[in-house]
């Protein structure tokens, strides 16, 4: 496999770094340590500029080329990487395991933060093109929408970012293969609260009261009408309803309910389908029941859609690193969401999976990041530029 030998020879390197990012995981906007670590390795590594505070506790580091970009040429892109971890008990018994109770990094963003690392240390050594590297280094994607932070904070316009690209770990596929695809690629991600009231009565009475209960069991079943019945067939959405809240007591009826869920939807369209078809459905059954049922309906992450362009250019990047055949261009989009998606709405960019192996999945109490991936994903990163902004 053409990985960059450069690379190859401080994998260890990466990877002792990667399991010391395992070892102090932090979550959502307070990863104090980890932005200092990687704010700390930028300098060292001889980066031109070195920005903390973006996007609350972001990382911008930025890396010049032996010479300006040509006129009318890409000038700068940016590379992302995700910090935070997750409020996870770790059960993979590593020797460099999470020491921090309740906290680990279930989904790879050690490996993630220290692979752009890697490129950050490649690039600032040979600054072999013509233009300018920004690395991003973001808070906060689990949840805290850490990437909208820092494009709020105008990190796009500030280090003057043309392009924008993505790289996330992948479990079951193979160490050293690459998956995308053109379009959406991940889907929105919006949650919903459904706060029921009914008439409060003993539970042997129910007749004098109104159950709450009862109401939302109904609402949970009534809203899967809204994708089996109202949602085309060839389009995709998820409306799930993890989370019940009722009752003190098992032989009281509660005057109140409260129902939590997400919404996981691939187009604008459907989106916003499904936010009025729950609306109806929620108000309508509570009132059939002499109920009265309110939905709040939060938007979150927005759909991650690769641009066509961009996603050609990392396409063939990813194959110059893997190979031909270790590259799937055709990945089918996935119902999980990704704050990446803030800011490929910024400016144009892709986001790409690389293989993790056979791990055990993200969010599992029992996923680790695959250190064999290392030199793929790091390699990825520096011919993206290499590529983009030729010497």
Known sequence: MPIVN?????????????????????????VHRTAATVAEKLKAFGCDEVVTGIGRTGVVGVIRGRKPAPAGALTTIGLRADMDALPIEEATGLPYQSGTPGKMHACGHDGHTAMLLGAAR??????????????????????????????DDGMMARFGIDEVYGMHNAPGMPVGAFGIRAGPMMAA???????????????????????????GAQIINAVQSVVSRNVDPLKSAVVSIPMVRAGTADNVIPQTVELRGTVRTLTEEVRTLVERRLNEIVEGTAR????????????????????PRQTDFATSVARQVAGDERV?????????????????????????????GDSAGLHHPAYNFNDETIPFGTSYWVRLVETALPA
């Open 189 to 215: 991600a919006d949650y919903i609260t459904i706060l029921i009231e009914g008439v409060g009565a003993h539970a042997a009475r129910p007749h004098l009261g109104i159950d709450p209960v009862l109401v």
């Open 328 to 356: 799937d261009a055709g990945l089918s989009p996935m119902m999980g969401a990704e704050d990446f998606s803030f800011m490929l709405e910024e400016r144009p960019g892709a986001f790409i999976w690389v293989g993790n």
């Open 122 to 151: 490649y690039l600032a050594e040979t600054r072999n093109f013509a233009g300018t590297a920004v690395v991003i280094f973001q808070p906060a994607e689990e949840g805290g929408a850490g990437g909208k932070a820092m494009c």
């Open 288 to 307: 059939a029941y002499g109920a009265t049922a309110t939905l709040t309906y939060r938007r979150n992450y927005p759909v991650l859609s690769n641009h």
């Open 6 to 30: 450069r690379i190859a020879d401080f994998h260890l390197e990466i990877t002792a770094w990667r399991q010391d990012l395992h070892r102090h995981p932090e979550l959502l906007y307070e």
